[in-house]
């Protein structure tokens, strides 16, 4: 039990398709994540979202659109995804502040793009 | 910019004992942290160093040397089920809203045998 849950768990979608991704935090946590894992790469952020606010925007194409409605939700919208963006969709979430918090993992959504 | 490095993969005998290392140059830093990550799964919290010294938890260690850059994660009576993904990820400068960025390396596939 992570207490972060994600939905799917997989996902086959044409390029044409428009699909949403769900996490859920149960950790009263304040800060939510959503990471790339693809084959012998290291885990990519894509989205920060921290106090409900998106802090970090690492330079993802616009095919992908993040929304935190509020601290313990977040979703990625796809549109018009391509073939390399098949990979492992994890999010995270962590309390904020500077201790040791540790960031907690879903257990991510396998997205295959036809 | 961001770099960090850690052995592709690792193979070791069952009760034996296995050091992973990890270095790492990076823009700031705020603490070093190693995952677990079995093969299909979310990665899992193992430990956190943001001081030198060594970090004792159980069978696992972690060491860290801020002035190296540099890391190592030991394993101690290695069990099976210890096989899996090691990913070695730097939290570094401050993004915003309480929030911090972690770096991942590419992780090191360690196989436990018989």
Redesign the interface.
Same mark, same amino acid.
């Given at each position: 039990e992570t207490g972060v849950t994600q939905t799917p768990r997989h996902l086959v979608m044409g390029m044409t398709n428009k699909k949403s991704l769900k996490c859920e935090q149960h950790l009263g946590h304040n800060a939510m994540y959503w990471y790339k894992q693809s084959a012998k790469k290291p885990l990519e952020l894509m989205f920060v979202y921290s106090l409900e606010e998106r802090v970090e925007n690492n330079s993802v194409p616009s095919r992908f659109s993040p929304e935190c409605p509020n601290s313990s939700h977040l979703f990625l919208h796809l549109h018009t995804l391509q073939p390399e963006d098949s990979a492992l969709y994890l999010c995270a979430s962590s309390p904020t502040g500077q201790g040791a918090f540790e960031q907690y993992f879903g257990p991510g959504t396998r997205l295959t793009v036809t | 910019g961001q770099n960090?490095d850690q052995p592709t993969e690792m193979t070791a005998t069952e009760g034996a004992i296995v050091q992973i290392n990890c270095t790492y140059q990076t823009s700031g830093f705020?603490?070093l942290?190693w995952y677990q990550q079995h093969a299909g799964?979310?990665?899992?919290?193992l430990s956190?160093n943001?001081l030198d010294g060594l970090e004792e938890k159980g069978r696992f260690s972690s060491f860290l040397s801020r002035s190296k850059g540099y890391s190592y994660l030991l394993l101690k009576e290695l069990q099976m089920k210890d096989s899996a993904s090691y990913?070695c990820?730097v939290r570094g400068t401050y993004? #915003?809203? *309480?929030?911090?960025?972690?770096?991942? #390396?590419? *992780?090191t596939k360690l196989s436990v045998i018989p």
């Open positions: - | 960090i705020n603490g942290f799964e979310a990665p899992t919290f956190y943001v990913l990820a993004s #915003g809203a *309480g929030s911090y960025q972690l770096t991942f #390396g590419k *992780g």
